[in-house]
């Protein structure tokens, strides 16, 4: 087995911090999980706030698993290794979250369509009878203040780790007050006696999972397909790699430049210009049934230091 590639020390670093970061990311989305859970009441609007609570687990997961899984060395089967993992990760985070976000909306808007009335109980507290929507309001106003902050502490470092898991994730936790305060409306909607309030509100949460989820597909997808590396804060081309593609032409003229990523990694490859693809008889020779299927032979490149 061939070790994995080892990333500079303040990498490594930054790697450590945004576990911690996730460990405690899960920890403080299970305590509002479980508060939003016993307050449970007939709100559509907390409840889609909940299920994107639960949905906000995923990242995190995903990212905790890729990291154990990349660090493991090339092997036989897997001869380049695992370093692709957080964008698998990535693309099945993004999946889920569209999927969800779909389903929401389709619930959110039929109960509009339908004009089905909420209804939100009272509970007997210290023997005088709570209104469950404002315990509703104050469990919402409590879940949404871990996850800002530590969204904008993962976001620093997943531009620094060049990760998009860590980016989704923590996009998605800054944007929680967005969440917990469309939901808070929707209960004081039906306070006020507007039964739509809550649907509509529901279905504005919804179209957010549902953006959200779109747009880290699509990254998500560009990277599988072997597409131009994106910058994790834009979605557009990466101006670094778009620099080495540049630099690495203009030295070697009569070649063309390919640079795909490989999860935070990048692999970058020359092609002849002349013959991009290899030839059949040399295919002939080195694989004698469906040679057709062969059509790249590449040599890596030793760095000045390995000569």
């Known amino acids: 087995m061939i070790a994995a590639p080892r990333p500079p020390e303040q990498i490594e670093n930054d790697l450590r911090r945004a576990e911690k970061l996730e460990w405690q990311t899960i920890f403080w ?49 897997f001869p380049y290794g695992f370093q692709r993992a957080g964008t698998l990760a990535f693309f099945l985070s993004a999946s889920a979250l569209c999927a969800i976000g779909a389903f929401l909306l389709y619930e959110g808007l039929q109960s509009l369509v339908t004009m089905k009335h909420p209804t939100i109980g009272s509970k007997t507290i210290f023997g005088h009878q709570v209104w469950m929507g404002w315990i509703m309001s104050g469990v919402l106003l409590f879940s949404i203040i871990p996850p800002v902050i530590l969204g904008r502490a993962k976001r620093k470092i997943a531009k620094s780790l060049h990760d998009e898991v860590l980016f989704v994730d923590a996009d998605t936790n800054a944007a929680d007050w967005q969440t917990g305060v469309a939901s808070i409306a929707g209960i004081v909607g039906i306070a006020c006696g507007w039964w739509w309030a809550d649907a509509l509100m529901a279905s504005v949460i919804s179209l957010s999972i549902l953006k959200d989820g779109w747009t880290a597909l699509k990254g998500s ?6 597409g131009l590396p994106r910058a994790v804060d834009s979605g557009q081309p990466d101006p670094a790699v778009q620099e080495l593609i540049s630099r690495l032409e203009d030295e070697y003229p009569a070649y063309r430049a390919q640079v795909r990523a490989t999860g935070r990694y990048l692999r970058a490859r020359l092609e002849p210009r002349d013959k991009p693809h290899l030839d059949r008889e040399t295919a002939k020779r080195l694989m004698s049934e469906k040679s057709w299927r062969l059509i790249e032979l590449a040599r890596g490149m030793r760095s000045e230091t390995d000569k």
Do not use: N, Y
């Not at 939003?36 to 706030?49: I, L, N, P, R």
């Not at 997808?221 to 072997?226: A, E, G, R």
């Open 29 to 77: 989305v299970m305590i509002s999980v479980g508060a939003m859970s016993a307050a449970m009441g007939g709100s559509q609007a907390f409840k889609t706030a909940w299920i994107e609570d639960v949905l906000s687990l995923l990242a995190p997961i995903f990212f905790l698993l890729s990291r154990h899984v990349e660090e493991k060395g090339e092997t036989s089967v």
């Open 221 to 226: 997808t560009i990277h599988l397909l072997d």
